[in-house]
């Protein structure tokens, strides 16, 4: 089974300027997640997609952060200008489930680091 | 509000020697309770969840509500079980899935 594709792998850029980044979840998985993971911390949620639709995007920063999930499949995740503090792992993760009830497993990908110099 | 503690960064044991890993959380309602691990150059997936109340890998979690409490044991620490984990509340807290921020185990040969 292929599981969640996610790229780049690696970004580097000066703050200001922008970066996008690609997940593909596996396939027929109604919800798509993108998390943030900053070194030493657990991963927070930026946004939840259930289908094409937005179910929670209470942490997405919005003047500069948007994501979109065009068609209930990939999804892209930008960020534009960047800042310094935005450097962190990007974890795309889809799962099953609608929202809320007992399936709970999300499936990750292997995560788009960001470096914002 | 919701919120999930690992209080230890780091945990070291001894190849043989029981291993817990703790795990609060604050939530006013049912939760639902995850262990989810990293391995090493390997992505985040799930370990177990408290619901199905099964023993993956010699891992077991008991949900101790009146401490609020979902801490991972295994009895007998294997190398193979050196890796990062996060504990995780979620989905039934309003869609989303809180973790914690971590705790790495490395078991000593």
């Known amino acids: 089974e292929a599981g969640v594709a996610q790229s780049p792998r690696y970004k580097i850029i000066e703050k200001r300027q922008s970066v996008a980044f690609w997940c593909n979840p596996i396939?027929?998985?109604?919800?798509l997640y993108w998390y943030q993971q900053i070194l030493g911390q657990g991963p927070k949620l930026l946004i939840q997609?259930?289908?094409?639709?937005?179910?929670?995007d209470s942490q997405l920063p919005k003047d500069r952060f948007s994501a979109e999930r065009l068609k209930g499949v990939d999804s892209t995740l930008k960020i534009q200008p960047a800042k310094l503090e935005d450097s962190a792992v990007y974890l795309c993760?889809?799962?099953?489930?609608?929202?809320?009830?007992?399936?709970?497993?999300?499936?990750f990908g292997e995560g788009s680091r960001l470096t914002v110099l | 509000a919701q919120r999930v503690t690992q209080p230890e960064k780091l945990l070291s044991v001894f190849k043989g020697a029981p291993v817990e890993l703790k795990c609060n959380y604050s939530?006013?309602?049912?939760?639902?309770l995850f262990w989810y691990v990293q391995y090493s150059r390997q992505r985040l997936q799930l370990l177990l969840r408290?619901?199905s109340r099964e023993s993956i890998k010699g891992f077991t979690a008991d949900l101790n509500k009146g401490e609020t409490s979902f801490h991972l044991k295994k009895p007998f620490a294997q190398e193979e079980d050196s890796a990062m984990y996060y504990c995780?509340?979620?989905?039934?807290?309003?869609?989303?899935?809180?973790f914690g921020t971590g705790t790495s185990l490395t078991v000593i040969p």
């Open positions: 993760a889809s799962s099953l489930g609608t929202s809320g009830g007992a399936d709970g497993e999300l499936f």
């Open positions: 396939s027929g998985h109604a919800t």
């Open positions: 997609f259930q289908n094409n639709g937005v179910v929670d």
């Open positions: 939530y006013s309602g049912s939760p639902e």
């Open positions: 408290h619901i």
């Open positions: 995780a509340l979620g989905p039934s807290t309003g869609n989303q899935f809180y």
